[in-house]
C-alpha cells in the first residue's frame, strides 16, 4: 500500500532547511547557472524542472562537490553557513545523498562493493566478503529488489543499476537518520525513473514517501510531469540558467508549468505526430514495403513478423520482460539472433549472420536506450559523434577536410537545436537532451532506409521530445519506415500509425487507427501479457 506524502514545504511556517543563493556557474563562455537560488523546506519534496541544458544537473553537482561555482554563492542548511565550494565527499557529513542522472555508481564493481555503506563487516582489519555479501543479500531483500549481489554493475541490466543506486541512497538517509542529522537529510533524485518500469516507479514513489515521513526532504528532478504531480508539493523551474519561477503543483495547470519550462505557450500540449491520411495520401498500408521480418527469434522473441512501410512509424509495446524490448537490436544485429530473416527494399538478410556494421551499410540505423553506454563516444566532440558514420565523405587523399566537417555540423547543431552550438564541446558534458538530438542527427546522416528506436526519449525535456518527433516524423515522411519500441504508451499513441502488441515473446495483436490510443494500447498489453494477471484488476475495462 502506498504510503500518504506528507505535504510539506513552503507556506507551513518552517524556515527552509536548505537555502541556496546566487549560485553562478560558467563552463568557458557558457552560462550554465546565472544567480540561481533554491530553497527546500522540513519534510517537503520538491521537484526541479526545466528543459535539458537548462542548469538542473549542474545546480545539483554543486551540491554533490563536483562543480566549482563562482565565488559569491551561498549555503545554509538547517540556519547554519556552509562554506562554498563544497570538497568532493562532503555532501555526505551534510545529511546529502544523490541519484545522478549517471546513477553513480562504480561500474566496474560489484554490487556489493557499492552497497557497502557505513562500516564494512570486518575481521582483523580485513573485509569479510562474505559477511558483506550476506548483508547486501539482506538489504536487497529488504527493499524488494531482485539482483544477484555478486554481480558487476555493467553486468546488469539499465533498470537493476537504476534500482541499486537508488538503494544506495535510501541506505544514507536511513544512516543519516540514525545518527540524528534528521532537519538536514536531503535526498537529490535526478532523472530517477527514466530506466525503471511503471511496477518499479511505483516502488521509488513509495520509498520516496517513506523517506519524508521519516523526516527527510526530496528534491526530484524529472521531466514527466504526471511523475511530477503524483509525487511532489512544489515545483522550481529552471530555464537558461535562471529561475523562471516556482508554484505549488495544486495551484498551476500543465500548460502553465510547459509556458515556464520552454518560455511559450504550451502548444505542445496534445499535439499529435501522426501520418495525416488524405484524399491525396494512400492508406500506409498500401505504400511500398520497406522492412520486412519474418521468423525473428532470438532472447525471448519467438518467431515473431512484422513489416514497416515507406512513410509509416509502427510502435511495438508489450512489458518488460515481454520481448518489445529486444526487437530493435535483434534487427540491427547488436543481439545475436537464433533464427529470423530481414528484408530491406527487397534484399533479404539473414538475421543469425547480420553485424550491426553490416546493418549501417544497409542504411538501418539504431537509436538504444541507453545512450550513454551504447550511444555516444562520450570522449569525444559533438562534431566527431555527429559524423563518426559518414567520415569517408569529409576525406580526400588520405587528410580530412575540416572546413567541410564544420560547416556541416553546424548545420547538424542548428537543425537539431543542438545546445550549446559548440562543434569542439566533449558530448559526454551536454545534458542528456542534447545528447540524444546528437545521437539522432548522427544517424540520420546515413539516410536510413529502417530507423530502429528503443525509448528515444527517455530523460528529455517536454520540448526535446517534441523535436524527435517532428525530425522522426519528417524523415520518415520521406519515404523511411520507422519502429518504435518504448514503455510509454501515451508516447507510442501520439507518434505511432500503428501498433503491435507483444507478450512472452510473440507478437499477439496489432492497433490500427482509431485503437491507436493510450488505453486500448494499455489495455491490450495488459490482457495479453500472462504476468500481469494481478495487474488486470485495475485497468479499466480488461
Same mark, same amino acid.
Given at each position: 500500500?502506498?504510503?500518504?506524502?506528507?505535504?510539506?514545504?513552503?507556506?507551513?511556517?518552517?524556515?527552509?532547511?536548505?537555502?541556496?543563493?546566487?549560485?553562478?556557474?560558467?563552463?568557458?563562455?557558457?552560462?550554465?547557472?546565472?544567480?540561481?537560488?533554491?530553497?527546500?523546506?522540513?519534510?517537503?519534496?520538491?521537484?526541479?524542472?526545466?528543459?535539458?541544458?537548462?542548469?538542473?544537473?549542474?545546480?545539483?553537482?554543486?551540491?554533490?562537490?563536483?562543480?566549482?561555482?563562482?565565488?559569491?554563492?551561498?549555503?545554509?542548511?538547517?540556519?547554519?553557513?556552509?562554506?562554498?565550494?563544497?570538497?568532493?565527499?562532503?555532501?555526505?557529513?551534510?545529511?546529502?545523498?544523490?541519484?545522478?542522472?549517471?546513477?553513480?555508481?562504480?561500474?566496474?564493481?560489484?554490487?556489493?562493493?557499492?552497497?557497502? &555503506? %557505513?562500516?564494512? @563487516?570486518?575481521?582483523? !582489519?580485513?573485509?569479510?566478503? $562474505?559477511? =558483506? #555479501?550476506?548483508?547486501?543479500?539482506?538489504?536487497?531483500?529488504?527493499?524488494?529488489?531482485?539482483?544477484?549481489?555478486?554481480?558487476?554493475?555493467?553486468?546488469?541490466?539499465?533498470?537493476?543499476?537504476?534500482?541499486?543506486?537508488?538503494?544506495?541512497?535510501?541506505?544514507?538517509?536511513?544512516?543519516?537518520?540514525?545518527?540524528?542529522?534528521?532537519?538536514?537529510?536531503?535526498?537529490?533524485?535526478?532523472?530517477?525513473?527514466?530506466?525503471?518500469?511503471?511496477?518499479?516507479?511505483?516502488?521509488?514513489?513509495?520509498?520516496?514517501?517513506?523517506?519524508?515521513?521519516?523526516?527527510?526532504?526530496?528534491?526530484?528532478?524529472?521531466?514527466?510531469?504526471?511523475?511530477?504531480?503524483?509525487?511532489?508539493?512544489?515545483?522550481?523551474?529552471?530555464?537558461?540558467?535562471?529561475?523562471?519561477?516556482?508554484?505549488?503543483?495544486?495551484?498551476?495547470?500543465?500548460?502553465?508549468?510547459?509556458?515556464?519550462? &520552454? %518560455?511559450?505557450? @504550451?502548444?505542445?500540449? !496534445?499535439?499529435?505526430?501522426? $501520418?495525416? =491520411? #488524405?484524399?491525396?495520401?494512400?492508406?500506409?498500408?498500401?505504400?511500398?514495403?520497406?522492412?520486412?521480418?519474418?521468423?525473428?527469434?532470438?532472447?525471448?522473441?519467438?518467431?515473431?513478423?512484422?513489416?514497416?512501410?515507406?512513410?509509416?512509424?509502427?510502435?511495438?509495446?508489450?512489458?518488460?520482460?515481454?520481448?518489445?524490448?529486444?526487437?530493435?537490436?535483434?534487427?540491427?544485429?547488436?543481439?545475436?539472433?537464433?533464427?529470423?530473416?530481414?528484408?530491406?527494399?527487397?534484399?533479404?538478410?539473414?538475421?543469425?549472420?547480420?553485424?550491426?556494421?553490416?546493418?549501417?551499410?544497409?542504411?538501418?540505423?539504431?537509436?538504444?536506450?541507453?545512450?550513454?553506454?551504447?550511444?555516444?563516444?562520450?570522449?569525444?566532440?559533438?562534431?566527431?559523434?555527429?559524423?563518426?558514420?559518414?567520415?569517408?565523405?569529409?576525406?580526400?587523399?588520405?587528410?580530412?577536410?575540416?572546413?567541410?566537417?564544420?560547416?556541416?555540423?553546424?548545420?547538424?547543431?542548428?537543425?537539431?537545436?543542438?545546445?550549446?552550438?559548440?562543434?569542439?564541446?566533449?558530448?559526454?558534458?551536454?545534458?542528456?537532451?542534447?545528447?540524444?538530438?546528437?545521437?539522432?542527427?548522427?544517424?540520420?546522416?546515413?539516410?536510413?532506409?529502417?530507423?530502429?528506436?528503443?525509448?528515444?526519449?527517455?530523460?528529455?525535456?517536454?520540448?526535446?521530445?517534441?523535436?524527435?518527433?517532428?525530425?522522426?516524423?519528417?524523415?520518415?515522411?520521406?519515404?523511411?519506415?520507422?519502429?518504435?519500441?518504448?514503455?510509454?504508451?501515451?508516447?507510442?499513441?501520439?507518434?505511432?500509425?500503428?501498433?503491435?502488441?507483444?507478450?512472452?515473446?510473440?507478437?499477439?495483436?496489432?492497433?490500427?487507427?482509431?485503437?491507436?490510443?493510450?488505453?486500448?494500447?494499455?489495455?491490450?498489453?495488459?490482457?495479453?501479457?500472462?504476468?500481469?494477471?494481478?495487474?488486470?484488476?485495475?485497468?479499466?475495462?480488461?
Amino acid at each position: 500500500m502506498a504510503v500518504p506524502a506528507p505535504r510539506g514545504g513552503a507556506g507551513t511556517g518552517a524556515a527552509p532547511v536548505l537555502e541556496l543563493r546566487d549560485i553562478t556557474m560558467r563552463f568557458g563562455l557558457f552560462h550554465a547557472l546565472d544567480g540561481v537560488g533554491l530553497d527546500v523546506y522540513p519534510g517537503e519534496i520538491v521537484a526541479l524542472l526545466g528543459e535539458n541544458g537548462c542548469g538542473k544537473s549542474t545546480l545539483v553537482k554543486v551540491l554533490a562537490g563536483v562543480n566549482v561555482p563562482e565565488p559569491g554563492g551561498t549555503l545554509r542548511l538547517s540556519g547554519a553557513d556552509v562554506p562554498l565550494p563544497l570538497a568532493p565527499g562532503q555532501f555526505r557529513e551534510l545529511g546529502l545523498s544523490f541519484v545522478h542522472q549517471d546513477l553513480g555508481l562504480a561500474r566496474t564493481l560489484s554490487v556489493v562493493e557499492n552497497l557497502m &555503506v %557505513g562500516d564494512a @563487516a570486518t575481521r582483523r !582489519g580485513m573485509i569479510s566478503w $562474505r559477511k =558483506e #555479501t550476506r548483508r547486501v543479500r539482506t538489504l536487497l531483500r529488504e527493499y524488494g529488489v531482485d539482483v544477484d549481489p555478486l554481480l558487476t554493475i555493467n553486468e546488469l541490466p539499465p533498470v537493476g543499476q537504476a534500482l541499486v543506486a537508488i538503494v544506495r541512497a535510501a541506505e544514507e538517509q536511513r544512516r543519516f537518520r540514525e545518527e540524528g542529522t534528521v532537519g538536514q537529510s536531503i535526498l537529490f533524485l535526478d532523472e530517477p525513473t527514466v530506466f525503471l518500469p511503471e511496477n518499479e516507479v511505483e516502488f521509488l514513489f513509495d520509498l520516496v514517501r517513506t523517506i519524508v515521513r521519516d523526516g527527510a526532504s526530496v528534491v526530484f528532478i524529472s521531466h514527466d510531469l504526471d511523475a511530477v504531480r503524483r509525487l511532489c508539493d512544489r515545483a522550481v523551474v529552471l530555464h537558461d540558467g535562471v529561475v523562471a519561477g516556482e508554484a505549488r503543483l495544486d495551484e498551476v495547470t500543465d500548460e502553465q508549468l510547459i509556458e515556464m519550462i &520552454v %518560455g511559450q505557450s @504550451a502548444g505542445l500540449v !496534445g499535439a499529435t505526430y501522426r $501520418r495525416q =491520411e #488524405t484524399d491525396d495520401e494512400p492508406p500506409a498500408a498500401e505504400l511500398p514495403v520497406v522492412a520486412g521480418v519474418s521468423g525473428l527469434s532470438g532472447g525471448r522473441v519467438e518467431r515473431a513478423d512484422l513489416t514497416v512501410h515507406a512513410g509509416e512509424i509502427v510502435g511495438i509495446a508489450g512489458l518488460l520482460g515481454s520481448g518489445a524490448e529486444e526487437v530493435p537490436y535483434l534487427c540491427f544485429g547488436a543481439h545475436r539472433s537464433t533464427g529470423g530473416t530481414l528484408t530491406i527494399d527487397g534484399r533479404p538478410l539473414r538475421l543469425t549472420r547480420l553485424t550491426a556494421a553490416e546493418a549501417v551499410q544497409h542504411r538501418i540505423a539504431l537509436v538504444p536506450a541507453d545512450r550513454r553506454r551504447d550511444g555516444i563516444a562520450a570522449s569525444m566532440t559533438v562534431g566527431e559523434n555527429a559524423t563518426i558514420l559518414v567520415n569517408d565523405r569529409y576525406t580526400r587523399l588520405g587528410g580530412i577536410r575540416f572546413k567541410r566537417v564544420r560547416s556541416r555540423v553546424g548545420e547538424l547543431l542548428e537543425k537539431f537545436d543542438v545546445r550549446p552550438r559548440n562543434a569542439s564541446a566533449l558530448l559526454g558534458r551536454l545534458s542528456g537532451g542534447n545528447q540524444q538530438k546528437v545521437v539522432l542527427a548522427k544517424w540520420m546522416e546515413i539516410e536510413p532506409r529502417l530507423l530502429l528506436l528503443h525509448e528515444p526519449t527517455q530523460g528529455v525535456d517536454v520540448a526535446a521530445r517534441a523535436s524527435i518527433y517532428r525530425h522522426v516524423r519528417q524523415a520518415t515522411a520521406t519515404g523511411m519506415g520507422t519502429l518504435w519500441v518504448s514503455n510509454d504508451f501515451e508516447e507510442l499513441a501520439t507518434v505511432c500509425d500503428r501498433v503491435l502488441v507483444m507478450a512472452d515473446g510473440v507478437i499477439r495483436a496489432e492497433l490500427t487507427g482509431e485503437d491507436v490510443t493510450e488505453d486500448r494500447i494499455s489495455t491490450s498489453v495488459y490482457q495479453y501479457s500472462t504476468n500481469a494477471a494481478s495487474v488486470l484488476a485495475d485497468v479499466p475495462g480488461a
